[in-house]
Nanobody
Framework: QVQVVESGGGLVQPGGSLTLSCAAS????????MGWFRQAPGKQRELVAD???????NYADFVKGRFTISRDNAKNTVYLRMNNLKPEDTAVYYC???????????WGQGTQVTVSS
């Protein structure tokens, strides 16, 4: 069983920055593709960015150039650095661990990010 726990959300002004963290425990971290998703009120959950165990990254067009995903395999942790935040980035951000062995997904409980003046 894998546990995924996010942290780092909060309230920030437009143009500001936040860094989200996601710690995974309970299994071999290296077999997981780690991803950040978000869900705004009334909208579907959408992929923000993901990163393979080898460090290959993938970003949604709406965050390219503003957000950076990274991972520290020694700490079983993935990060999402968010710069130049916009009000439309307001959402609950979820971390997902996708097993490349079983194809099973493990989700965190989510962390709220609010961008407002």
């Amino acid at each position: 069983q894998v546990q995924v726990v996010e942290s780092g959300g909060g309230l920030v002004q437009p143009g500001g920055s936040l860094t989200l963290s996601c710690a995974a425990s309970g299994s071999i971290f290296g077999i997981y593709v780690m991803g950040w998703f978000r869900q705004a009120p009334g909208k579907q959950r959408e992929l923000v960015a993901d990163i393979s165990s080898g460090g290959s990254t993938n970003y949604a067009d709406f965050v390219k150039g503003r957000f950076t995903i990274s991972r520290d395999n020694a700490k079983n942790t993935v990060y999402l650095r968010m710069n130049n935040l916009k009000p439309e980035d307001t959402a609950v951000y979820y971390c997902r661990a996708h097993s490349t062995v079983t194809s099973y997904d493990y989700w965190g409980q989510g962390t709220q990010v609010t961008v407002s003046s």
